[in-house]
């Protein structure tokens, strides 16, 4: 990984990663506390996500790594994990905006089977997605499968070209395994030929690109498709 920022209190590297999307790592003292630390769960834990990505987007931005505007910032909720990163605060918090947009998407995943390893978006009742015009997408989700996430945007694209707006980039946060960036990866080449405007993607790893557990993994306690 090359080195982009080295701060007392945040670092970004660039990982060298194949695929279309610019794909980063960023530790905060934030999310070295979440991943350290147990006894950070509730309210503690959700606010302590907010702060690390407002913390980590003033960085892409002064580094130039990400160009946002408060009137075409669109923030996506994939519900529910999305909530966690607290997106909207964490905008706002970073940048001082206060109008921002907001979309919103279920997108609950389960196995195809109780012994699968295949699977299956199971509930998607919700979807409230008005974009503007213009949109720089924000969003982040805990990756895994990426079942979910595949789902959420596949919806996303497909509203974008129903409603005759455009998508200009996309920021994807992330606490998860490969498949976050390989997700996105696709997406951006099918934005890329959809929309002339658009500029690119990146993928925020915090604090590492983390392996899931399979049916192989040599771990006593686990569960395949979910633990990091």
């Not at 001082?96 to 389960?110: K, L, P, Y």
Request: glycine content about 6%.
């Amino acid at each position: 990984m090359k080195a982009i920022v080295q701060e007392q209190d945040l670092s970004i590297y660039e990982a060298d990663v194949e695929g279309s999307s610019r794909v980063l790592v960023v530790s905060t003292p934030e999310t070295r506390a979440i991943s350290n630390d147990p006894f950070v769960s509730g309210m503690r834990y959700t606010r302590t996500l907010s702060r690390a990505c407002a913390r980590t987007l003033r960085e892409l931005a002064a580094n130039g790594l990400v160009s946002l505007n408060e009137d075409d910032t669109t923030v996506l909720h994939v519900l529910r994990g999305g909530l966690n990163f607290g997106l909207r605060d964490a905008i706002a918090d970073a940048f001082g905006w206060n109008m921002h947009n907001s979309a919103f998407i279920s997108a609950q995943r389960a196995r195809k089977s109780p012994d699968s390893e295949e699977w299956i978006i199971t509930e998607s009742a919700y979807s409230k997605i008005h974009l503007c015009k213009r949109n720089n997408i924000v969003f982040g989700d805990v990756v895994a499968t990426g079942t979910s996430l595949e789902y959420a945007l596949k919806r996303m694209r497909e509203s974008a070209q129903r409603d005759g707006v455009t998508i200009e980039s996309v920021v994807f946060f992330t606490i998860g395994g490969p498949r976050s960036h390989e997700i996105i990866s696709e997406l951006d080449k099918d934005l890329k030929k959809l929309f002339p405007s658009y500029r690119g993607s990146v993928v925020v790893f915090f604090e590492g690109i983390f392996a899931v557990a399979s049916p192989d993994s040599p771990l006593s306690i686990k569960i395949p498709g979910t633990d990091l």
